[in-house]
């Protein structure tokens, strides 16, 4: 568990700190709520359709 902590603090420590300061320097590359839904809603249907097709090739003709 102390390298998953470790590996967490890192994270934080770059890749969020540095996301938060491109955002507070550049507020307009923000996401509105709706269109983080709208996005969210558009990759769970292509997830949908592709797990579809999936069982559909393993089904018998």
């Known amino acids: 568990m102390p390298d998953r902590d470790e590996a967490l603090e890192t994270w934080l420590r770059t890749e969020v700190v540095a996301a938060y300061d491109e955002l507070k320097a550049d507020p307009s590359r923000a996401l509105t ?8 809603a558009e990759q769970r249907k292509q997830m949908e359709a592709h797990r579809e097709s999936g069982n559909r090739e393993g089904e018998a003709s």
Request: glycine share 0%; no cysteine.
């Open 33 to 40: 709520v709706e269109q983080v839904r709208r996005r969210l």
